[in-house]
């Protein structure tokens, strides 16, 4: 069993920033790791994600906003969130995966980031 502890949400006015972190209880050399977004009344979607090798993937709606990177040193995944916009208010997961030793894929329980004036 794979702990993922997201923190770093909170209110924030539109134009601010806030950076999440997720913090995991295993070693992340050999996950994917991605941050998704579940706003109310729609679908998780993905955000952004960092490969093994820090390759990097963004959603068009946050490319040149937001920045994704990771500390194996410390097992935590960040989510640097810059020019903050009202729609970005959701709830945002970590998520990890894992497919050298079959496929594993586990879930954070979530951060609420609400963009507000």
């Known amino acids: 069993q794979v702990q993922l502890v997201e923190s770093g949400g909170g209110l924030v006015q539109p134009g601010g920033s806030l950076k999440l972190s997720c913090a995991a209880s295993t070693n992340i050399l050999i996950y994917d790791m991605g941050w998704y977004r579940q706003a109310p009344g729609k679908q998780r979607e993905l955000v952004a994600r960092?490969?093994?090798?820090?390759?990097?993937n963004y959603a068009d709606s946050v490319k040149g906003r937001f920045t994704i990177s990771r500390d194996n040193s410390r097992n935590t995944v960040y989510l640097q969130m810059n020019s903050l916009k009202p729609e970005d208010t959701a709830v945002y997961y970590c998520?990890?995966?894992?497919?050298?030793?079959?496929?594993?894929?586990?879930w954070g329980q979530g951060t609420q980031v609400t963009v507000s004036s």
């Open positions: 960092i490969g093994i090798g820090s390759s990097t």
């Open positions: 998520n990890a995966i894992q497919v050298a030793f079959g496929r594993t894929e586990w």
